[in-house]
Nanobody, 128 residues
């Protein structure tokens, strides 16, 4: 069964904005006590870290390429994490994935191997 579901992707012009959501599905699956990260993968490139947020929302980390433009947040009551993307650039074009960390209350990392639940991805395309 599906456990993480991303939504909100689409086609936008450079300089525009999108808001992605990552929702936990299934009664027994929760993200409340886990770090959640966003990664992205462009065609022909490796999956790269974008941002992460700790379980309480008090710590957020961003890749240099998105710092100042993207904002990650979470609503644990809704079991959902958000990624607000502003001032989008064509180089932001990719499939965006959210992922849950392996262990509760751990800060997380930039490495995909430290996350064991992934969504199916949502396409973000930024036109010049």
């Amino acid at each position: 069964q599906v456990q993480l579901v991303e939504s909100g992707g689409g086609l936008v012009q450079a300089g525009g904005s999108l808001r992605l959501s990552c929702a936990a599905s299934g009664r027994a699956f929760s993200i409340s006590n886990y770090v959640i990260a966003w990664f992205r993968q462009a065609p022909g490139k490796q999956r790269e870290f974008v941002t992460r947020i700790n379980w309480s929302g008090s710590i957020t980390i961003y890749a240099d390429s998105v710092k100042g433009r993207f904002t990650i947040s979470r609503d644990n009551a809704k079991n959902t994490v958000y990624l607000q993307m502003n001032s989008l650039k064509p180089e932001d074009t990719a499939v965006y994935y959210c992922a849950r960390g392996k262990f509760m209350y751990v800060a997380g990392s930039i490495y995909p191997t430290d996350y064991n639940y992934w969504g199916q991805g949502t396409q973000v395309t930024v036109s010049a």
